[in-house]
């Protein structure tokens, strides 16, 4: 009996998936990459926003044709679209056997058994759940690096965001608990560990009555195997000093803030229901860089917001341009049903946003551009990835100004020799939009 899964959306998403890989494994269940060759095949979706949700439900109807041209006898649908849908999705999609919410991971096996002996099922509810060190997990990521979720679920309940329906409520893993996967972790081979959660910066005030972050990265930096340690999704709200502080003097901790913006036109911070002011952004924008020497730091921003005006767009566009953020995301805002926002008035065109999200992306390519340049002549660590199958001695990697799957690479040219999980010391020659091109000066593996 074989199966297969796709993973869809985000990391947080995808350690979900790994997890359940894990517990078929666990079940006596052989596991391929195949799904011609799959008895069972699992879609892990997204639910994100509305270009996620149609890519999951092609996904699904696309995996649902190995019924007939493959070996396909149960089809599962699990993650946040089974979770927001139920009983809906499973009605209008008669391709599924089986729906699995975010809270039901766990019961992998109960669908693979119920769906094998014909029975359509749902195993989804509230959220409450959160997987643990003891629990089996797969890596899917490069043995080299691996994301570790610390916290499930979200509070903050920002007026544009489904995610608190979907996850539930906020929920700290244990500072012992993580540790323990961590140390796992490293002693399988793991350099960097890139540490997510929907806010990692309310790490801990669940269990503890104030955000602790700080105190997990001083633990986590205590194991000897790992070099780099990597917070992604902290929200400004809960960017304390103490955490500033921790990042500017633990060497593992990488100089590298990702901090989720949104806007920065106060009136439209407060219709998305976000605690930050432009003021208070711009006084967190300052001690980072005066603290941090040398932070690279990445924001996300949302145009289209409904009511949004010119004048506000401009300021958010002032607001790139004053900041000079090393890298940014930018999104059209996308009307999700149940939330706070699809019910404004002032709806935005579908034009409009886009007009606004290239003028936009046009500016931050080229900070961005002009940030990857101004590293020419400078030296950075660099964690090998692969290699260029045209170009024998060139590889490519990330420093640590980058994180995977989102930012841009480095890329090493004469570097014969090196493997994926090597550290090398580049010289930076040229910069670009996006990466950036050096030649090695010495390597540490």
Not at 226 to 234: A, F, M, V
Not at 340 to 348: H, K, N, R, W
């Amino acid at each position: 009996m074989k199966a297969g899964i796709i993973s869809l959306g985000c990391a947080k998403n995808l350690v979900d998936t790994e997890v359940m890989l894990g517990l078929l494994q666990e079940g006596g269940i052989e596991l391929t990459r195949k799904p011609e060759e799959a008895d069972i095949l699992i879609v892990n979706t997204c639910a994100f926003i509305e270009t996620a949700k149609k890519e999951s439900i092609t996904t699904v109807l696309n995996m649902a044709e190995y019924k007939t041209s493959g070996k396909c006898r149960s089809l599962i649908v699990a993650g946040c679209l089974g979770q927001r849908y139920g009983q809906a999705l499973l009605d209008e999609l008669p391709e599924a056997d089986a729906i699995i919410g975010t809270g039901a991971w766990g019961r992998i096996m109960e669908a693979v058994e119920e769906t094998l002996h014909g029975n359509r099922v749902i195993l989804a509810g509230e959220s409450e759940i959160i997987y643990d060190a003891r629990m089996p997990r797969i890596l899917t990521t490069p043995g080299y690096t691996a994301y570790l979720k610390i916290a499930e679920g979200c509070d903050n309940r920002c007026s544009f965001c489904a995610i608190p329906m979907i996850r539930g409520r906020y929920r700290s893993r244990t500072v012992e608990d993580i540790v323990e996967e961590a140390k796992k972790l490293a002693a399988g081979g793991a350099k960097e560990l890139n540490l997510i959660a929907q806010d990692t910066t309310a790490y801990g005030r669940d269990l503890y009555g104030v955000a602790s972050l700080p105190r997990l990265l001083r633990e986590l930096a205590k194991i000897e195997d790992l070099r780099w340690i990597r917070c992604l999704y902290s929200y400004p709200r809960f960017f304390t000093d103490e955490l500033i502080d921790t990042i500017a003097s633990e060497p593992k901790l990488v100089k590298y803030v990702d901090l989720p913006l949104q806007h920065a036109d106060d009136a439209l911070l407060r219709a998305m229901h976000r605690a930050d002011t432009r003021v208070s952004m711009e006084k967190l924008l300052t001690k980072l860089r005066d603290r941090i020497p040398g932070v690279a730091v990445r924001s996300t921003f949302i145009v289209g917001f409904p009511g949004e005006t010119d004048e506000q767009f401009a300021a958010l566009r002032s607001f790139l341009e004053e900041q000079r953020f090393d890298k940014a995301g930018i999104f059209t805002y996308s009307a999700e049903e149940g939330t706070p926002a699809a019910e404004l008035p002032g709806q935005i065109s579908e034009n409009v946003m886009q007009e606004r999200y290239h003028a936009l992306m046009s500016l931050q390519c080229k900070i961005s551009e002009e940030v990857n340049q101004s590293l020419e002549g400078k030296e950075l660590d660099v964690l090998v990835e692969g290699r260029e199958e045209e170009q024998e001695n060139v590889a490519y990697g990330r420093s640590y100004r980058e994180a995977p799957e989102v930012d841009g690479q480095v890329f090493i040219e004469g570097c014969g020799g090196v493997k994926p999980g090597d550290m090398v010391r580049v010289r930076v020659s040229q910069g670009f939009t996006y990466d950036v091109v050096g030649e090695p000066v010495g390597w540490n593996r």
